[in-house]
Nanobody, 127 residues
Framework: QVQLVESGGGLVQAGGSLRLSCTASGRTFSMYAMGWFRQAPGKEREIVAAITWSGGSTYSADSVKGRFTISRDNAKNTGYLQMNSLKPEDTAVYYC????????????????????WGQGTQVTVSS
């Protein structure tokens, strides 16, 4: 079983930056792709970004391209989401997730394919 613990959420001013962290712990038997998702009030949970185990390939949603960057440090069992040029519409609960995989260069943008989830962290962007 894998546990994911998130940190870094908070209140920021529009145009500001924030970095979220997600640290994995527990017994790991395979490689994991990582993803970040968010859910705003009244909306469905949506993908923000995803990254392969190797870190060589990433995906970013159109709404955050050019502003958000996903990365990971496998030696620290930690994934990151760097958020720049934040907008009020970025306000949401942000979740990290891990997908059990056997190919180091693959990931999924489908939340139903992820196996483990963090507890979520609130990000609020003031106008």
């Amino acid at each position: 079983q894998v546990q994911l613990v998130e940190s870094g959420g908070g209140l920021v001013q529009a145009g500001g930056s924030l970095r979220l962290s997600c640290t994995a712990s527990g017994r790991t038997f395979s490689m994991y792709a990582m993803g970040w998702f968010r859910q705003a009030p009244g909306k469905e949970r949506e993908i923000v970004a995803a990254i392969t185990w190797s870190g060589g390939s990433t995906y970013s949603a159109d709404s955050v391209k050019g502003r958000f960057t996903i990365s990971r440090d496998n030696a620290k069992n930690t994934g990151y989401l760097q958020m720049n040029s934040l907008k009020p519409e970025d306000t949401a609960v942000y979740y990290c997730a891990a997908q059990k995989i056997i190919y180091s260069n693959r990931y999924s943008n489908d939340l139903n394919e992820y196996d483990y989830w963090g507890q979520g962290t609130q990000v609020t962007v003031s106008s």
